[in-house]
């Protein structure tokens, strides 16, 4: 497990440290406009993603059948077809986007209403097809720890799209490098996946008996993840119907920062954590509360601490990386860092997914949509642009007495262990204020 998690620490390291540099240099190529108009794309391709998600490495890596040949060609079947349903809903969708344009139906001066929008969404929205193809042996070799491997895949399909994105918008300088290095990453991904990785090879099969147990465990997770991908992603859905494309653009700047953090977190949640607690659950049971805060008391400490330092310290970040059509960013990173309080709690959806009742997660993800959906609009109209960051930031809160709740009928809470990690966020915020001051 520690091999497996220093892997993804590493490579997700070096992986967002190329995704920086990238940007920093497309942030110099490219208008702010643009970067927007490509968040809307990728935020409708990942709602879709997740809008359709049944969990199916989940089930690879939690179930006693995980590595039946049987079972993985089942499930790699039913991710192509979902891949090319994902594609053909996207072209509806784009088309329907046109046309509501085209009308005058959508707000003048939204992100929505950027001439480019459609064929972006169209265009982008094919890696759903390509995706579909990845090898199951993905999810077999999370099951496995084998995060070397997967690490090393992921390190060379990015710099691939990496490359292909900066060649493209050193020519251009249109949205289109962002786009066709989106896509070029995903192929070498799905390409690199079955070259690269032993073990099964996948061939069209159905097995009636596993698509059963796809879809018994599947059907939370359906549920859990097209709510929770709406609340992932509703504030750029949500804001592109309130601002224009260039001031989505820097909102997606700032939110790239919180979630290179965000996302590492939830990479190792989701890979390493989850295999970790599915072996305790299924083995030695007594143990799991033991293996539960040895993820999450590193994870709480270094999460707290970073809100506090980005807090304090996220204006003098943007004025460090980008030029000065970005400086506005700076602000929003500051209140979006907030939203690191509650990210540590995700750890507990692993675990409910480890312990094969994921309707957990889904009554959390309900309460999340609902808070989100709600206070963001209202907030608009009451208080602008400004407000609506502070709700994303802190509409998750209300969630919290829920995962209490949720852990202390599994046994799991530990006051005195949750109390003390809270230090951490000041500690974190004076630290931020000290580098300010050591800036001046």
């Excluded at 891949?83 to 707000?107: D, E, K, R």
């Excluded at 290179?260 to 890979?271: D, E, L, Q, T």
């Excluded at 994921?358 to 209202?378: D, K, M, W």
């Excluded at 208080?383 to 202390?408: C, D, E, M």
């Amino acid at each position: 497990m520690l091999r497996a998690g220093g892997w993804n620490v590493a490579g997700y390291g070096l992986g967002q440290a190329l995704r920086l540099g990238a940007n920093l240099i497309m942030a110099r190529l490219l208008a702010p406009e643009m970067f927007g108009v490509m968040a809307i794309a990728m935020t409708v391709l990942a709602i879709l993603f997740l809008l359709s998600d049944v969990g199916l490495r989940q089930s690879i890596v939690q179930s006693r059948r995980g590595d039946d040949p049987a079972f993985l060609d089942t499930a790699w079947c039913v991710q192509i077809v979902r891949g090319i349903l994902l594609w053909l809903v996207a072209l509806v969708l784009s088309i329907a986007l046109h046309f509501a344009n085209f009308a005058g139906i959508l707000p003048a001066g939204s992100a929505y209403a950027a001439p480019e929008l459609p064929l972006v969404i169209a265009v982008t929205s094919f890696a759903a097809v390509v995706v579909g193809f990845q090898s199951t042996g993905i999810a077999a070799a999370q099951r496995h720890f084998n995060q070397k491997r997967l690490v090393q895949i992921e390190l060379a399909a990015q710099l691939s799209g990496l490359a292909a994105m900066v060649a493209i918008g050193a020519v251009s300088r249109s949205v289109w490098a962002l786009v066709t290095g989106a896509l070029v990453s995903t192929l070498a991904t799905t390409v690199l996946s079955h070259v690269c990785l032993s073990g099964h090879r996948n061939a069209w099969r159905w097995e009636r008996e596993a698509l059963r147990e796809l879809i018994v465990f599947g059907k939370w997770v359906f549920v859990s993840s097209a709510v929770g991908g709406l609340v992932a992603h509703g504030d750029r859905l949500l804001l592109a119907g309130f601002v224009d494309a260039e001031t989505l653009g820097l909102y997606a700047i700032a939110v790239l920062i919180v979630g290179a953090i965000s996302n590492g977190m939830n990479r190792i949640f989701g890979s390493v954590s989850l295999a970790a607690l599915s072996e305790v659950a299924r083995t030695d049971p007594s143990r799991l509360r033991a293996i539960y805060y040895r993820f999450r008391v590193p994870a709480d400490v270094l999460l707290l601490f970073v809100a506090g330092a980005m807090f304090a310290a996220g204006q003098a970040l943007i004025d460090l990386l980008y030029d000065a059509r970005y400086r506005a960013a700076g602000g929003m990173l500051e209140v979006l860092a907030l939203s690191l309080f509650m990210l540590r709690h995700e750890l507990s959806r692993q675990l409910y997914l480890a312990l094969g009742n994921p309707r957990y997660g889904t009554a959390i993800s309900v309460v999340q949509f609902v808070s989100l959906y709600t206070l963001v609009p209202t907030l608009y109209v009451l208080a602008g642009q400004k407000a609506v960051v502070w709700g994303v930031a802190l509409h998750a809160l209300v969630a919290l007495p829920l995962f209490h709740a949720f852990n202390a009928r599994l046994g799991l809470n530990d006051v005195r262990r949750e109390l003390a990690v809270l230090a951490a966020l000041p500690a974190g915020f004076l630290f931020g204020a000290a580098l300010n001051l050591l800036g001046k």
